[in-house]
């Protein structure tokens, strides 16, 4: 089994920061891209930030400037650094992974974590 467990999220006062982490564990083969994705309520999950495996990187035109997402292949780990945050930031984070796993067969798909709620609220 593959598990991503996200970390870091919290409540903020406008202007501050958060630093987000996510671990994948199980039996990996490789990891192609990590990123992050947010769904604020009444909202459609939306991607936030994301970086594959030669370090590309992809922002919503929203955090540019602000979010910072990067990785530590060998911990298997992806992290979102997000400054000057706004109310409009508040949302449940999810990290996804597109990754490669031994389940029975190596395997191509994509995993989830549970969430972490981030909110921005003075």
């Known amino acids: 089994q593959v598990q991503l467990v996200e970390s870091g999220g919290g409540l903020v006062q406008p202007g501050g920061s958060l630093r987000l982490s996510c671990l994948a564990s199980g039996r990996i083969y490789s990891i192609h891209s990590m990123g992050w994705y947010r769904q604020a309520p009444g909202k459609q999950r939306e991607l936030v930030a994301a970086i594959a495996s030669g370090d590309s990187t992809n922002y919503a035109e929203s955090v540019k400037g602000r979010f910072t997402v990067s990785r530590d292949n060998a911990k298997n780990t992806v992290y979102l650094q997000m400054n000057s945050l706004k109310p409009e930031d508040t949302a449940v984070y999810y990290c996804?992974?597109?990754?490669?796993?031994?389940?029975?067969?190596?395997?191509?798909?994509?995993?989830w974590g549970q969430g972490t709620q981030v909110t921005v609220s003075s």
């Open positions: 996804n992974a597109y990754l490669i796993a031994y389940i029975g067969a190596l395997e191509a798909r994509d995993y």
